[in-house]
């Protein structure tokens, strides 16, 4: 490890290199001074200093940090023989120029250990945004400072976080790294912006929250120091105290008879750095350009003489503050430097990656670009490919992609789809009577006619058209999606080439969706073009009416029961039989398969028939056909019926079917008495009136299609759901797998596309070039403290 004296310009090194190349990440020792205004902020540095440098005025003086950097000169630094610097044009006769003092550097040249005979050796400051320029004049510093801030910040009295650096060259200074910053205000004035405040606390927490910060809180004495907003917020980023210095100003201001003893010594408000006081020039002694050395003698007389003070003169005032500050910051590099250097090495490492991501900036001969070509369609195949076989490198653990989305698409999308799908949706009873109908021709029917099934159960099957569809669709956008997201961070230098693949993938997808598309479309019309109703898993026609017959005897059973119940009860008679009807309607429209019996349709759709009609013809019903012991008579008694033979009272079938055709008697009559001012718009009305009633036999019909659609429908749904996902796969996704790289090298392997391919991104060029320039800045730094440690 170097000396003490040492660490200090290492710092002023690495931080004109932080400046220079913006490493932000990259947080440097450095003393931060924070106060109120007019708390004597612009004072004590300039005290330290030795120079009226800064600018002076009413409301927000300083709104850019100020980057300070005191650099201890000798008579046999180097610096002040260099020639290659301009001098500021200076106004001050007694201001020495650069010519002026070269000359005395000359004819003293051999004087310079006796200082009685020697020339004074010059003070000068740089500016880091103007290189190669000297300024002798501190005048001319305070005017470069108000214009900068000016440039950057504007005149409107804003704030902004862009530093100015500042170098001050001189032989009556420490070595020190100082950020004057703006002062802490509350309200508002003249043009200031209104959300000054938080502007300015914004600021002032991004410098002294950094750990390597060491905060120099400005204080005026004769103030309550509860009040101090400085110490206020200072302990919000260091509430132990242990990286804060408490300066204590205008300790001559304090009122007679009060003094800051007990603050001094820490008994107030312990700091581990402690507290310093200092007494700065007054505003009359700035307008009677009372000079720094005349004020620094007084200050030191101040507390020799004040009784109060004298017995802590020696840790008070600004020479004792310089030296303090030179000290800590001295100890405070040491105790950080190695942090420093590892955290530089970290940030090596992390931009050597990045800028091996960027790929070599060599451009690529003629004789390797086939080879670069094919390298990077490989690796974008290989991606494709990988990434909907679930072998990817990255995948992500946020959400479903690649062939997990695609399974998922089949087993949850499709499935959820198509067992939502109602088999008897938009299929109302009346269509299924009126297929039945038209299906028997002009005469009666024994049998529940087979065409009426096909014809109602086909325009059904085509109801799975819809999600094959939209399986096949979600499928193709997530492959898009998958090609869209195959490039990476080398194939990202070459745009057009990405763009190139995509395309060609894009178009091999979309060249193999019409083909998926029209044979999914086929299955459907392959499961419409033959009804196959001898299918294992299908219920026939038989099972389907027996199923009807055991609901039929259940009914029954319950509606004795419930007669028998409202015998029991005479006295309620009405509101009994109007309970055990709604438990009847219940019992009914809740079986065990969950269809619901057609002859327990709302009441409404039963438009003439009263209540001791529906009693009547239940009684008759039971009349002529006996109860029977067991289900099995019933079920016979039923196909018998569907069967063709005769039934024991066939006048009654007659009485209760809606719609018969007249005889030529009938004819007659109903023609005779026909009445003219009968429209054929209220023909056709009482005609729809009939329809919703149905018979017996009609009802009885209507339940057993309904149940054999539903049962053909559910074998349909679940061959279609089996095969949809195995025709994509075959169609889309595997074709599509397999000649993905094919189809590349046919499209883009030829010569006179390669130039165009490999034209390299603009911003990515800019973006290498920047992580070069960072990682030469940060080779830099590293040298500078490899130097001393």
């Not at 065409?451 to 086909?458: G, Q």
Request: aromatic letters at 6%; one cysteine or more; a negative charge.
């Amino acid at each position: 490890m170097a000396s003490l004296h040492e660490l200090i310009p290492v710092v002023n090194k690495l931080q004109d290199i932080v400046t220079n190349t913006s490493l932000t990440d990259l947080d440097l020792p450095l003393l931060t001074v924070i106060g109120s205004q007019s708390a004597g902020k612009s004072s004590v540095l300039e005290n330290i200093v030795g120079k009226d440098f800064l600018p002076r005025g009413t409301g927000i003086v300083t709104r850019r940090p100020l980057v300070l950097q005191l650099i201890h000169i000798t008579g046999d630094d180097p610096l002040l023989s260099r020639t290659d610097y301009v001098s500021d044009e200076t106004n001050d006769p007694n201001e020495m120029t650069l010519e002026q003092h070269l000359k005395n550097q000359t004819s003293s040249s051999s004087q310079l250990e006796n200082t009685s005979t020697s020339a004074p050796i010059a003070e000068w400051g740089e500016f880091l945004h103007i290189p190669g320029k000297r300024f002798y004049n501190f005048d001319n510093i305070r005017k470069e400072i108000e214009n900068e801030t000016s440039r950057i910040a504007g005149k409107n009295k804003g704030v902004s976080r862009i530093p100015i650096n500042l170098k001050i060259y001189s032989p009556n200074v420490l070595n020190l790294t100082l950020v004057d910053l703006p002062g802490l205000t509350k309200i508002p004035i003249a043009d200031q912006p209104v959300d000054i405040e938080r502007q300015i606390k914004n600021l002032l927490l991004e410098y002294i929250s950094k750990p390597n910060s060491i905060i120099l809180a400005v204080t005026p004495a004769n103030q309550d120091l509860v009040n101090s907003e400085a110490l206020k917020l200072a302990r919000q980023v260091d509430p132990q105290g242990k990286r804060t210095i408490g300066i204590l100003s205008k300790l001559d201001l304090m009122d007679h008879g009060t003094n800051a003893l007990d603050i001094l010594t820490g008994k107030v408000y312990p700091l581990k750095l402690g507290f310093i006081g200092v007494v700065n020039r007054s505003q009359q002694d700035i307008m009677t350009r009372k000079s720094l050395e005349e004020s620094l003698a007084a200050e030191m007389e101040f507390f020799n003489s004040h009784p109060a003070y004298r017995s802590v003169a020696s840790r008070c005032g600004t020479e004792y503050l310089a030296k303090t500050l030179n000290k800590t910051l001295m100890n405070h590099i040491r105790e950080r430097l190695p942090d420093i250097k590892a955290k530089l090495n970290t940030l090596m490492g992390q931009t050597e990656q990045e800028l091996a991501s960027y790929g070599n900036l060599n451009v690529v001969s003629k004789e390797n670009r086939g080879g670069l070509i094919l390298q990077l369609m490989n690796k974008f195949a290989n991606n494709f490919i990988n990434s909907i076989e679930g072998n990817s490198s990255e995948i992500s653990t946020k959400e479903l992609c690649g062939g997990a989305r695609i399974y998922y698409i089949y087993n949850e999308v499709l499935g959820n789809s198509m067992n939502s799908i109602n088999p008897l949706h938009n299929l109302t009873v009346t269509d299924i009577r009126t297929a039945i109908r038209n299906s028997t021709g002009p005469r009666a029917s024994l049998f529940v006619p087979e065409l009426a099934f096909d014809l109602l159960v086909k325009p059904q099957i085509q109801l799975l058209e819809g999600p094959s569809h939209r399986c096949v669709e979600l499928v193709y956008e997530e492959l898009m999606k998958i090609c869209h997201n195959c490039g990476n961070q080398e194939l990202s230098r070459y745009p057009k080439l990405h763009a190139k693949l995509i395309e060609v993938v894009s178009e091999l997808l979309r060249e193999r969706l019409g083909p998926t598309t029209k044979y999914v479309e086929s299955l459907i019309e392959i499961n419409r073009a033959y009804i196959n109703t001898n299918h294992p898993n299908f219920v026939g026609a038989a099972q389907a009416m027996a199923m009807v017959a055991e609901e039929r005897q259940k009914q029954k059973e319950q509606e004795k029961h419930v007669k028998r119940e409202e015998s029991t009860r005479p006295a309620h008679h009405e509101d009994g039989s109007k309970i055990a009807k709604a438990a009847a309607s219940a019992a009914v429209a809740h079986q065990p398969n969950g269809n619901v019996l057609l002859e327990k349709e709302p009441k409404e759709k039963h438009h003439h028939r009263s209540e001791s009609t529906i009693l009547s013809e239940l009684k008759d019903t039971e009349n002529a056909t006996p109860a029977p012991t067991d289900s099995k008579p019933e079920k016979e008694n039923f196909l018998n019926y569907f069967f063709g033979k005769k039934e024991e009272a066939p006048h009654k079938e007659t009485s209760m079917t809606p719609f018969s055709y007249p005889t030529e008697t009938e004819s007659s009559e109903l023609q005779f008495h026909v009445e003219p001012q009968v429209s054929l718009q209220t023909q056709i009305e009482q005609f729809h009136l009939n329809e919703e009633q149905l018979s017996e036999r009609e009802q009885l019909e209507c339940e057993l299609i309904r149940r054999l659609i539903a049962s053909y429908f559910s074998i349909v749904r679940e061959t279609i759901r089996d095969q949809v996902p195995k025709a994509i796969m075959c169609l889309l996704v595997n074709f599509t797998k397999d000649t993905v790289q094919n189809q590349l090298v046919q499209k883009l392997y030829k010569e006179s596309l390669f130039d165009d391919l490999l034209y390299e991104d603009e911003t990515l060029i800019q973006e290498r070039e920047k992580c070069e320039k960072l990682l030469e800045s940060y080779k830099e730094a590293a040298k500078v403290i490899s130097e001393v440690m």
